[in-house]
């Protein structure tokens, strides 16, 4: 990727009602007045406003958005066209014909970072507006896109600097009486303190940007197939009073309490002569391995109640599971077994206790039960070099208190370097590569 060429890309999916063409870069006036044509051409008086005019044979709106104020900080050209991939071809054309090349994913958005317009949180944050999964995420995301933690990194860097600044002047002149800051290790301290508050909002971050895998296992009959259509809010699973209806996993993406949720319910789990239900259960086996929560149902109102306590016992994970009797309106009166680690008692069928569960579906996801809207969450890029960012800065208040002021200032460069490269003030030509590759075309 570099800024001199002309580049363009379709900025919506195939199928919509229009297209809309992107073009960026010093010929982008030019290139779009090649390819429009309207009873005035695109200039820069006419800026931000919408003309209509013709794309070969199919008549389009342009706009153009002279640099430095458009979203790349290039001149950009946007053609809206009707919709459908023929027209989207011949527009494409006809701009890669003008002297475009196709733009790499990410591409525009990595223009506005070199240009300045957004920092590296700022144009990771785009990519998160656009795969947000729920309300939340959005919230957090749209948040970071206005500069919320791109400025909060940038005080810690320049204080940081201060740090630095600090201690290298007492190498270069160690035998003046300088004026010691005395409180610069408790400053350090309180930027320590700073860093790992960041640093703690990497978990709902990730839960946020990423889902969380949620598995419905449990007995056959146990209502599994029951609580996803609730969960859902629709009927996406079969159900049915006879035991081993759901063979194969079945999938489903919902938000639970702003969290993104990939729910999977799956076949039964019991020992079973049939081919095909021992295929279910094995594929259900895996779901559970590899699910973040599980949520294991056992049936309240079951004629066996020591083989739902067996399978569970057995197979059911350790950690990462919220156990649960179900169909409690029919077991009112009868006296169920002990969990290890408890149980909840929910009936899917009257919708009795599911904001209880509800809330542990989030106390264990996101440590909350009703997830607020966090002010930053990082994402694991951020995590890491947060992490460099607070050992470098706690070696150099060790460092600084013992008078090693050369390593003090070597290890608070380390973290200026790690902070910096969050924001991108300093970052490697593959880390950008790797960031915007994960953008989609024409974004
Ligand atoms: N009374 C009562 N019946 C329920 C409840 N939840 C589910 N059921 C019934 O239990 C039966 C089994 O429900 P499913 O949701 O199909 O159970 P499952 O765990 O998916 O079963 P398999 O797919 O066979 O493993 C159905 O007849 C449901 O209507 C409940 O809370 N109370
Ligand atoms: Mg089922």
Known sequence: MNTFDNIVAPATGTGGAITILRISGPAALEIGNRIWSGKTPLEPASAR????????????????????????????VELHCHGGAAVAEQALKLALDAGCRMAEPGEFTFRAFVNGKLDLTQ?????????????????VAERQLAGALGEELDQIYWTINEFRAECESRLD??????????????????????????????????????GVDLVLAGRPNAGKSSLLNLLLGYERAIVSP?????????????????????????????????????????RSRRSIAAAHLTIWLLDAAADDLEAEITEFTLHAPVDNRIAVWNKIDLASERNLPEIPG???????KNRENIDSL????????????????????????????????????????THSTEGMFEIAAA?????????????????????LDQIFSRFCIGK
């Open 242 to 282: 006879v035991p081993g209806t759901t063979r194969d996993t079945v999938e489903a993406e919902t938000v639970l309490r702003g969290i993104p949720v990939r729910i999977t319910d799956t076949a039964g789990l019991r020992d079973s002569s049939d081919p095909v239900e021992r295929l279910g259960v094995e």
């Open 358 to 397: 509800l809330d542990a579906v989030a106390e264990r996801t996101v440590h909350s039960a009703r997830p607020a809207e966090p002010p930053v969450a990082v994402n694991a890029r951020a995590a890491d070099e947060l992490e460099k960012a607070v050992d470098a800065v706690a070696d150099a208040k």
């Open 342 to 348: 408890g149980a909840l008692r929910i009936s899917v």
């Open 123 to 139: 144009a990771e944050a785009v990519a998160d507006v656009v795969s947000a999964g729920s309300d939340l995420a959005l919230k």
């Open 411 to 431: 290890r608070l460069r380390d973290a200026l370097q790690a902070v910096g490269a969050i924001t991108g003030k300093n970052v490697e030509p593959d880390v």
């Open 49 to 76: 406003m919408m003309k209509l005019g013709r794309v070969g044979i199919d008549s389009a709106l342009a706009v153009c958005m002279p640099g430095p104020g458009s979203y790349t900080g290039d001149d950009v």
């Open 173 to 210: 002149f160690p035998e003046e009486e300088l004026d010691w800051d005395s409180a610069l290790p408790e400053k350090m301290e309180r930027v320590s303190d700073a860093l790992k508050r960041l640093l703690a909002t990497r978990q709902i971050g990730s839960t946020l940007r990423d």
